[in-house]
């Protein structure tokens, strides 16, 4: 990882975490960004406001625990750390204390399969994980509990965490969870969600799975429907 890379990371966080704020998935100095930087880890330092924070604010951490920087770490590092240590495929975490994702992870309240796009978190669903002191590694072995075969998961009484390759794939899923979390609030005001069956929502996760939503998908010929026009 060259020395232009780090600054271009570092920056990345700073950046991530003020469009967390102005998007309104978070408030002040709540939640937590981390990405991953060679065999070691880039994350947020605590309780430093993120209009102020700068890239020489961002801490490095090893995967020991251990860091170097002028603050220190996050009080989630462990989970931080615990994810892109288990999860190879993933480079970036997104933790954030968005509205309805809250209120839903403090009535410990999982996302079924209302809508297909709980599929976009990697399964028919996006767990719970069950309560632990914050910043602990009980919560920590929680969180992975949860995430495990998902991108996405609520944390009991207490917020969000969104995974990704990038900083700007953990921050798209954040804000589509918390908008997911709105809808299916907004339906348990009215009645119970009626849920799509298991057997489409694996046919949606197919999917996605076999291209990046957003793209074209090619289940069953439908990315045939439409050409290019010939030049």
Known sequence: MTQANEAQLRDGI???CRKMNASGINQGTA???SVRFGDRILITPTSV???VMTSAD???LEFDGTYDGRHRPSSEWRFHRDILRSRPEVDSVVHCHSV???TLACLSKPIPCFH???AVAGGVDIRCADYATYGTQELSTNALAALEDRRACLLAHHGQIAIGQTLERALWLAIEVETLARLYY????VQDAVLIPEPEMQRVLEQMRRKRYGQSPDLDGVAELAK???S
Request: hydrophobic fraction near 40%; avoid cysteine.
């Open 58 to 60: 961002i801490i490095e």
């Open 100 to 102: 309805y994702a809250t």
């Open 116 to 118: 297909y796009m709980v």
């Open 14 to 16: 700073v950046d991530t």
């Open 49 to 51: 406001p993120y209009d």
């Open 186 to 189: 907004q339906i348990l005001t």
């Open 228 to 230: 290019k026009r010939a």
């Open 31 to 33: 939640g937590n960004v």
